[in-house]
């Protein structure tokens, strides 16, 4: 490929995902910076060239320069930008992939209201066009290609740890059962790292007396080409969910506690697939608020640490599940704590939208959890804070680690309402 | 035909326009990029967000009010002292009575004038020092956004220099400042006056379909 040819290729896809969503937003940039002050890449380096709406500089230069209204005008009096270069984009590529999860707390402060979280999104398919991305996205997304999940879990793997927690629970899980009214995916993190989880399902489902499975194809929730930008490659993995769930026959599918798993099957997905599914997607916190409003997993005794919670940022404030959490949290736990700007405004953990997943930005997303962990030591007597992200929380866990902050426990919530419910006995805390 | 003649006469009505053309080329090329509808099953409505966002996004939201407060008060000082100038200043009342549109409201006294366009010129410069002192937008400022500024406070202290009109020269260096301006302005960053709306009610509806109060 030569030069030439590998900008061309990015700015044809950056012109192509310029909608009129986007370019309202590019049209109405007025350059204050407001942005940088959300930004916990910004917050955490002071450097300005992590301003949220530098990043997306190519692109609005691709833009003014070949589809703006009335560049042709402008293009008379010498006002369009230079065209973009292949340097230009090699510059700008840590800006893209290591220093934006994509977690939309800058649109919270841009008095414009710009979405530069769901631009950066588009924009990295122009960069995934053109090939260039991070190795350590590129080495996911051959894991993708070969076993269907970016961190290589096999259906053996899955099989092997289904097994194991019937052993611990002693409760049947069923895989590929059909028929059966809800279809669990799981992010490869949960699997490999936690899979306690699968058992904390088998007992809350149990309890509530819903009938779930678990497909031995279609497992992998975590959905590496929304991270990457590559359009083709996001379709793929939510077509395979599809085609499982739909050959199941389930009624819902239950997106995990992973952040970007949810934004791409939920809202992404069926526009991915060009139509809507015939099952519902709910995520797991909807769907455990909604058992337990319908009292078909009353809480038992509450754990009795000092907890907070943190906020998964396309859960929460791209995803809209602000008040569930805080229900299920309000009935599990005794002495719950908000952190500063919590809800909406919460901060990333740094590590989102595919940065965890690359090796070259360890030492920013350090850096950036590090405005996180400001955050949980200004709470006095701190023993837990609930991740309901298991990206986030390998991200919590590393990041607290490199701290050397070892007496604060980081667990799911779907394990924490798994040991509350009434009649299970108490978790040891 | 005096030079005053023509720059509040010809040249003025030429200038205005391109500024309704232009302006209205603009929006509508922007909103004919057009976009997919959304196929996700909504969790909330698109509409409600839309106005949600559009009318919250006007006061900076209180985790980040230390941040803003700098533009918070320098952009409202300067925005609404502009508006307040450019629709209630004896001149310009009398100017659209007679030229454009053959009817009249009541303006400002003579002193609210002058406070009003203290308040705005402390705006606009404050606005535009901290383009070149602050590291983050001077680093994010383009030439575009300084010839907006720029050409903007000339036609502001234009139009105090001709407010006693006293000489013609000034009344005519005020006019032709202002049919520049509304010349570039839909080739420009000024063109943010409508398209804050556009920005704020897209984001609004896509996240407002979620449920998300954005």
Request: charged fraction near 20%; hydrophobic fraction near 45%; aromatic fraction near 10%.
């Amino acid at each position: 490929m030569s030069s030439d040819n590998k900008a061309q290729i990015a700015v044809d896809k950056f012109l192509q995902f310029t909608d009129g969503e986007v370019a309202s937003f590019f049209e109405a940039c007025v350059h204050c910076g407001e942005c940088a002050e959300a930004c916990h890449f910004y917050m955490a380096t002071k450097d300005p060239k992590y301003t949220p709406t530098y990043k997306l500089f190519p692109m609005v230069k691709a833009y003014k320069r070949e589809k703006a209204p009335l560049h042709s005008i402008r293009k008379m009096f010498g006002l369009l930008p230079p065209a973009v270069t292949e340097d230009e984009l090699r510059e700008w590529e840590t800006l893209v992939y290591d220093s934006c999860t994509m977690c939309g707390r800058c649109t919270m402060v841009c008095p414009m209201g710009i979405d530069i979280a769901g631009t950066i999104r588009k924009m990295r398919e122009g960069y995934a066009a053109a090939d260039i991305v991070p190795d350590g996205l590129k080495r996911s997304v051959d894991f993708v290609e070969k076993t269907g999940s970016p961190m290589g879990v096999t259906s053996k793997a899955l099989l092997a740890q289904v097994k194991h927690q019937e052993k611990e629970t002693g409760i049947k899980i069923e895989v590929d059962k059909q028929g059966a009214d809800y279809m669990a995916i799981l992010s490869s993190m949960e699997i490999m790292g936690y899979p306690e989880i699968i058992g904390a399902y088998a007992k809350i489902f149990q309890k509530a007396g819903v009938s779930w499975t678990i497909s031995s194809k279609a497992y992998e929730a975590t959905n590496v080409g929304v991270q990457i930008g590559s359009g083709p490659l996001a379709k793929e993995i939510v077509t395979r969910v599809v085609d499982a769930a739909e050959e199941l026959g389930v009624k819902y599918v239950i997106s995990p506690e992973c952040g970007h798993a949810y934004g791409a099957i939920r809202w992404a997905g069926p526009n991915m697939v060009g139509r809507p599914f015939k099952f519902e997607v709910v995520h797991i916190i909807e769907l455990l608020d909604q058992l337990r409003r319908d009292g078909k997993i009353p809480a038992g005794a509450k754990d009795g640490r000092k907890m907070t919670l943190h906020d998964p940022c396309q859960i929460i404030r791209r995803g809209g599940l602000l008040k569930e959490p805080r229900r299920l949290l309000d009935e599990s736990c005794a002495d719950f704590v908000e952190m500063e700007n919590a809800g909406l405004g919460n901060l990333c953990c740094g590590g989102g939208g595919g940065v965890s997943a690359n090796p070259r930005a360890a030492e920013l997303q350090n850096a950036a959890f590090g405005c996180k962990a400001d955050q949980l030591n200004a709470i006095d007597g701190l023993e837990a804070v609930v991740v309901p992200c298991a990206n986030c929380r390998t991200v919590f866990e590393e990041g607290l680690e490199e701290r050397e902050i070892y007496n604060l426990e980081v667990l799911g919530l779907g394990e924490l309402v798994a040991e509350t419910l009434k009649d299970i006995e108490q978790a040891e805390g | 035909m005096t030079f005053l003649q023509f720059v509040e006469g010809p040249l003025f009505y030429v200038a205005a326009a391109i500024f309704v053309v232009g302006v209205v080329y603009r929006l509508i090329g922007i909103l004919r990029l057009g976009g997919e509808r959304d196929l996700a099953r909504p969790n909330g409505s698109a509409t409600g967000g839309a106005i949600l966002t559009v009318l919250r996004h006007f006061v900076p939201r209180r985790t980040f009010w230390r941040g803003s407060s700098f533009h918070f008060v320098a952009g409202y000082a300067f925005h609404l002292g502009l508006f307040v100038l450019l629709l209630l200043a004896a001149p310009h009342v009398a100017f659209l009575q007679e030229r454009v549109l053959g009817f009249g409201w009541p303006v400002l006294p003579h002193w609210a004038f002058i406070l009003t366009a203290e308040v705005a010129f402390a705006g606009l410069i404050m606005l535009w020092v901290r383009r070149f002192v602050d590291p983050v937008q001077k680093l994010i400022s383009t030439s575009g956004d300084y010839a907006a500024t720029i050409l903007t406070f000339l036609v502001m202290l234009t139009g105090c220099l001709a407010l006693q009109e006293s000489h013609v020269a000034l009344r005519a260096t005020h006019m032709v400042f202002v049919d520049i301006w509304l010349i570039y302005f839909p080739f420009s960053r000024l063109i943010h006056t409508f398209t804050f709306f556009f920005s704020r009610a897209q984001t609004g509806a896509t996240y407002g379909r979620r449920g998300a109060k954005l």
